[in-house]
Nanobody
Framework: VQLQASGGGLVQPGGSLRLSCLAS????????AGWFRQAPGKEREFVAA????????DYADSVKGRITISRDNSKNMVYLQMNRLKPEDTAVYYC????????????????????WGQGTLVTVSS
């Protein structure tokens, strides 16, 4: 499975961005997915996750209420809608996926994912 993240860029504080992640797999529905980010000089951290059906989601406390994860299995896509962005959201954002047989499973730790995209840079600055 190859993952291609896109949609990053420069945005002013308070602005919005939508990140996209395309999975190159015949059927994406058996895969739970997540987004992580890595700021300069910091470790990669969990942002959001979604089960393969989309019925279960989870968010880091730092982004709750501002960021929404969603997916469209018919298009092999996972999205991260980011609103009210802050300078501390500046980071390279990575999408990740793991195959699972459990309907409501998703991972919140790096080791729980087997496949990773190349990352897309989000810069929040005035």
């Amino acid at each position: 499975v190859q993952l291609q993240a896109s949609g990053g860029g420069l945005v002013q504080p308070g602005g919005s961005l939508r990140l996209s992640c395309l999975a190159s797999v015949r059927v994406f529905s058996p895969y739970a997915a997540g987004w992580f980010r890595q700021a300069p000089g910091k470790e990669r951290e969990f942002v959001a996750a979604i089960s393969w059906s989309g019925g279960s989601t989870d968010y880091a406390d730092s982004v709750k209420g501002r960021i929404t994860i969603s997916r469209d299995n018919s298009k092999n896509m996972v999205y991260l809608q980011m609103n009210r962005l802050k300078p501390e959201d500046t980071a390279v954002y990575y999408c990740a996926a793991v195959r699972t047989e459990i309907d409501d499973y998703y991972g919140i730790a790096i080791y729980e994912y087997d496949y990773w995209g190349q990352g897309t840079l989000v810069t929040v600055s005035s």
